[in-house]
Nanobody, 124 residues
Framework: QVQLVESGGGLVQAGGSLRLSCAAS????????MGWFRQAPGKEREFVAR????????YYADSVKGRFTISRDNAKNTVYVQMSSLKPEDTAVYYC?????????????????WGRGTQVTVSS
């Protein structure tokens, strides 16, 4: 059974940093590109970042570009997002997800497995 488990969320002051992890099991991790999404109360789930199977290609939402860095360790079946210069508007539940899509996609519809999410709260 495929499982994705996010961790690393918490409360942080504006301007601070957090590193989220997503540990995958039950799949051949290196066959999937990985994405991070987030959802704030009252808002739709939005794309945050994507990383290719090899880890060589990354793509970011404009809202986080330059502040967030996605990475992966295929030996550990884990994808990460390092979040810096955090803003209150970054407050959301963050989800990781897998996709076998051959193209870079910002759409949640392209992702087939999802974690339960981890809460990130940024105080002003």
């Amino acid at each position: 059974q495929v499982q994705l488990v996010e961790s690393g969320g918490g409360l942080v002051q504006a301007g601070g940093s957090l590193r989220l992890s997503c540990a995958a099991s039950g799949l051949t991790f290196s066959n999937y590109a990985m994405g991070w999404f987030r959802q704030a109360p009252g808002k739709e789930r939005e794309f945050v970042a994507r990383i290719s199977v090899s880890g060589r290609n990354t793509y970011y939402a404009d809202s986080v570009k330059g502040r967030f860095t996605i990475s992966r360790d295929n030996a550990k079946n884990t994808v990460y997002v390092q979040m810096s210069s955090l803003k209150p508007e970054d407050t959301a539940v963050y989800y990781c997800a897998t996709t076998n899509s051959a193209y870079t996609s910002m759409s949640a519809n392209a992702y087939n497995y999802w974690g339960r999410g981890t809460q990130v709260t940024v105080s002003s």
